[in-house]
């Protein structure tokens, strides 16, 4: 058969329980968890997840940008492989499901199918993607995007965290470098399971997200250059103050967002000062602009006005100012048959569902641009991400585990 039955389920019991244990490797001060990319507590996660990928039959493989691939054969192994997956990695203050239910669940995927004696004609490749995040070595989606072609792997191993360490020597120093070629691997079609990170399907009730779009993003790194100086001395009138200008890059791009609407969403999400003393006029402050819609024209018209508008505010109050990219995508059209595979086993499963775009950037943006590729999202609650106290139910990751494992199946074609 092509697809499979409706009465083929995962073991929810087993995925809730891995999901928890891997969610004690690098434990967050307030239940959620702190396993930032390339750490100590990074590889140690890595490691179990090899040992469970092992124990459920699959060989791992590494390539050189730590990206982690778990095989399980197929009936002709010279057939381009269906993928699935997601990342590990967590922000500082990170939930226990960002990412890490699309590895997991996929892990329970590929259990389920030994469980029951399934074969599939494709072999089929559950992936960690390394550095998904971005919160320690900027941009996100790095390791995917060397994949697609679109960083050049010196370029990614250059990157540095706020100490001046870099990706290429944390990526030895944690033993994850592996040999195999970036982006050498053939992909007939990827999927990747998600919590939505939004509040849409829960306030909808809906069980399933069909993801047929991404928003592009464009991430722009803001420094303002002004004067420190004593902020009980110094008259008002002769301050060159860089957090006044960051406060009115601030509203400016509220404004620039708002002017968007609908479709379109802008903030500041770092922010620094310097030299971040109680008692000084801030004379340095650096940000980041985060511009996001799956619109095209909006998206670069915001950046657009963005970079025409801020200079005006700064050369008002005196300021130096640059403004470099940090970060972009373009927005994404996932691939129409694979989130037709999506769609119809939500509906064969009997959950409920809707279309939706993705508000974040994900490792299947970029995959999508050098395979067919498909997300499936379930609710979180109250939207609730990047946050210690983020939270899905049992049933909702149960539901779109399934979905995923039918999808996959369809895809990698079972063998009666």
């Known amino acids: 058969m092509s697809a499979p039955g409706e009465n083929l389920k995962i073991n929810s019991d087993r995925l809730w329980a891995s999901i928890h244990e891997l969610a004690e490797i690098g434990p967050g001060v307030a239940g959620g968890c702190n396993r930032q990319t390339l750490t100590d507590e990074d590889a140690e996660g890595r490691a179990l997840f090899q040992k469970w990928c092992e124990a459920a039959g699959c060989t791992m493989g590494l390539d050189q940008m730590g990206n982690m691939f778990a095989t399980r054969a197929g009936e002709d192994d010279s057939l381009d492989p269906v993928y699935m997956g997601s990342h590990l990695d967590t922000q500082p203050t990170g939930g226990r499901y960002d990412g890490i239910l699309g590895v997991l669940g996929g892990l329970e995927a590929l259990r ?48 540095e965290d706020a100490e001046g360490k870099t990706f290429g020597d944390e990526l030895v120093r944690i033993g994850w470098k592996g040999d195999e070629e970036v982006g050498a691997r053939k992909i007939h079609s990827m999927f990747e399971l998600h919590i939505e990170q939004g509040p849409i399907l829960e306030a909808e009730g809906k069980d399933i997200g069909v993801v047929t779009h991404g928003q592009g993003l464009w991430w722009l790194q803001v420094t303002l250059t002004g004067k420190d100086a004593h902020t009980g001395s110094t008259p008002m009138n002769m301050r060159v103050n860089a957090g006044l200008g960051m406060a009115r890059i601030t509203e400016l791009v509220h404004t620039i967002a708002m002017d968007n609407q609908p479709g379109a969403v802008g903030a500041i999400g770092q922010a620094n000062v310097y030299p971040n003393s109680r008692n000084v006029i801030p004379g340095k402050a650096v940000f980041t602009i985060d511009f996001r819609s799956p619109d095209q024209e909006k998206l670069d018209g915001m950046k657009a006005r963005l970079e025409a508008e801020a200079p005006k505010i700064a050369e008002e109050l005196g300021l130096g100012i640059e403004i470099e990219v940090a970060g972009h995508f373009d927005p994404v059209t ?17 959950h409920s569902h809707m279309d939706i775009i993705s508000g974040a950037g994900h490792d299947a943006c970029w995959i999508n641009r050098v395979a067919p590729t498909a997300m499936i999202m379930c609710p979180c609650v109250d939207g609730l991400s990047h946050n210690e106290a983020e939270d899905i139910s049992q049933p909702w990751a149960a539901a779109g585990a399934d979905v995923l494992l039918h999808a996959v199946l369809e895809a990698a074609e079972v063998v009666e």
């Open 112 to 159: 389920t199918m030994n469980d029951l004696g399934i074969r599939t004609k494709r072999p089929i490749v559950l992936v960690n993607w390394t550095n998904e995040e971005g919160t320690r070595f900027a941009p996100a989606m790095l390791a995917s995007g060397v994949f697609a072609g679109m960083h050049t792997q010196d370029w990614a191993y250059a990157r």
């Open 334 to 350: 996932f691939d129409p048959t694979c989130v037709g595979m999506v769609r119809a086993a939500a509906e064969r499963l009997g």
